[in-house]
């Protein structure tokens, strides 16, 4: 499944600032991980702020959990997950076309 | 997967009540049948409005698209739905506990 | 009565994590009670968030007030209680049909 | 249980008086019924509104759905239905001091 | 007149509980001299939370507001003031019907 | 007692010129009344939009209920009151200071 | 130009009262000097709140925002300025009614 | 005074697309006269919105309420004025810097 | 540029659905189109409703407008565009890394 | 590309006078580079308020992001960045008239 991030960085203005690099640091390496393991597709910057928009990969909202939550910056974020479902228009669909359950027929 | 899925319906007031009776009864049976399948699990009205709370399954947000646009009162709906995630404390859990991802250690 | 709560729960980033731990140690165990008797029906994670959806019964708000300011992690909480009614759609309702108070005639 | 509800009524502008004026001597006599039953205890304007709050009594928060949408108004209703817990300063209570149920001890 | 009055009470989760337990006996004091004035009409809490809606009486919004920013919790108080007017199907109003100043003629 | 009034007039775009125009009419000449028996004190546009504040004058939240209800534009309103306390800086104080009931101190 | 200006006050539950009524004091002293010099003309409390409405005259916004953040409390002030324009039915207008600029036509 | 205006123009969807083409050329021209006399100064489109910002130029909040409700859409905005002041870092200040009435010191 | 957009559709619940269908295949074909020229890079629907969050590509604001308004669905549409910038983490950027304009130092 | 930034500045009201008035002295300092390169083109004050509206010029939201994020007042800046396209009404356009991709045909 895939799914939208939006995650706003709480970190105080006059926090240390070397041991928020150290953080940081250890952020950027789980990233490159998750992103090797398929987890973390794309991430952009929101323009002027501690925060940003991504695109991830998990089997289930559980899974996306454990991910979220193992990440080093967590405890200084503010985190809504938007749950995404295929598009007809989708030039590179990631899941198949779901089936209708139940012949419940195609929506609009 | 579980989702949580708040509904509330804008039928107008002077909406022809015939027919909001027919459209009522389709969707009746068409919950039932989906009850039947699994995918509607508990549902309760909010007191006092055309609004419910529901507790839903399905393998993923787009088959759980499907289901939802597939209801015959969808058309007058406005649906938010939360992604659920396992919890530690759930008495009677859907979902297994999810496996930590490329050893990122439990969460808090 | 049954009642669908979300839990906020506002741990500093930089708290104790032994505390921590301590107080959701105690948590865990008071919520395994809370099931036992039956107050705690259902409770998932917001993925990514200190945050649940739970499914909760007590015989008032007045005793659901007690039950959710006795738990140990409480004083970190920001909650909010939805009350919620039968639905006639409801696959495995808790409370009975109601009847209609005064001859009111049944709503739609 | 008593309930604190806020009705907001969306009774447009153009709509015709004289139809108003009968739905809303048919609301009046309902109101008269339940407050005879002790289910409508208090209700208020708020100033320059059609809107109004009110504390109602009912068994359950399904009784109280039975007896809101049952108003001739109803389906003119934006309706929010707040629960209400006992309060040890309240001079007046409705419902008996909770016990602490499994012994959790007496909230703040 | 009568005020309906929603308080939510930030008190910090690490704050001294003894010193919170005597500006609460101080705060049950008050509202005992309060009720006993009539100026305390009714209070409820919002279950789960340190929030309360109250029923309140004073002859304007200038003394209610000496009455309230005494209270001992004040300084910990998030209060909104809801000014309430006469209803036609009030089972028991406090304020006497209102004339129409100026012959406005009664509102809807 | 003074209450600060923001009043947002819902008139359809294409709502018929004449009509409105009026309506409009009436509504200035029951203002002139108003503000000729005190009821209306100040009022002014909020630039660019069919809003206005407005500083009025009651005997009563209730009053003031029936003094706006019977403006000719009230069915195309969407109106806010605020209550007003006396402020020691008020430079031209309408009410009196207040006394403190039942020896609660003057507030900060 | 007038405006409508609403003032929260954000002193933290714990300050130091002393601190507090000498800054009071001074804010008294500086209100007392602007109405004299016809910028503050009325101002009351929010019943309940530290908070405020006020009407302000300065010939511009920017004259505005040096005499707002010259006030002692300033730095514990949240503060929204609401722009106020000449309106018809005013009874005692500070400011005359406009030209229409390059032969718009008067509005509605 | 300069002035930030946010206009959402809310035309039907369905709306009749000669209609809003004549009523678009006729806002085309008085905007260009607008500009001609120094009242609009810069605008832009909110990307992928019937919206835009604009900065305008009037002497009060009243001249701005003339200019504003004498254009041809309207009746189809939804207009927020923000009210702008002189600031230090601004490299092309229309205003000049205000001079701080009645001795109040320079703000922050 | 890249651009993360949220699209809400507000087509009529008793809307034709012929002409619905004939404009969503106008939409299908015209998706194809830009997807075709890199323009409409991803899109998602949002689960249960008429909503849709899509990854675009466009040379500027500017551009993106015409693109979007465009769309033969654009007048039922209610859009929000978000500006997205390079972020280190991003495992497939677009855009290049920033160069820091005058010496600025790399933000945090 | 032409940016309107909204930028709300929380500096603690007890935070110390001179390092924020050397923090200030060094954003004024960096202002001037960025005006004079170009990248910030006006700035107005929110009256009464440590918050400000600017026009900003950047070749895209990421170099925009790199401007910002190295402001010395950043890490207290609550930033809000709204993205601007051509209007046809501007009376002194920045970007050119876009063309209209793939033969759209030009919007409303």
Redesign the interface.
């Known amino acids: 499944?895939?799914?939208?991030?939006n995650i706003k960085i709480?970190?105080p203005?006059?926090g240390d600032p070397e041991r928020?690099a150290r953080i940081?640091a250890e952020?950027?390496a789980?990233?490159?991980?998750?992103?090797e393991?398929g987890?973390?597709?794309?991430?952009?910057?929101?323009?002027?702020?501690?925060e940003?928009?991504g695109?991830w990969r998990?089997?289930?909202?559980?899974?996306?959990?454990?991910?979220?939550?193992?990440l080093p910056v967590?405890?200084?974020?503010d985190?809504?997950?938007?749950?995404?479902?295929?598009?007809?228009?989708?030039?590179?669909p990631h899941?198949p076309?779901?089936?209708?359950?139940?012949g419940?027929?195609?929506?609009?």
Chains 1, 2, 3, 4, 5, 6, 7, 8, 9, 10 share one sequence.
Do not use: K, Q, Y
């Not at 789980?30 to 992103?35: G, Q, S, T, Y």
């Not at 076309?97 to 139940?102: A, H, Q, T």
């Open positions: 499944m895939e799914f939208l991030v709480e970190w203005a006059d928020w940081v952020e950027r789980m990233a490159a991980r998750l992103a393991a987890h973390l597709v794309r991430i952009w910057r929101v323009p002027g702020r501690r940003n928009w695109v998990a089997s289930s909202a559980s899974e996306l959990h454990e991910i979220l939550s193992g967590w405890p200084w974020m985190l809504t997950v938007h749950p995404l479902a295929w598009h007809p228009a989708d030039p590179d899941d076309r779901p089936e209708s359950p139940i419940l027929g195609p929506a609009g």
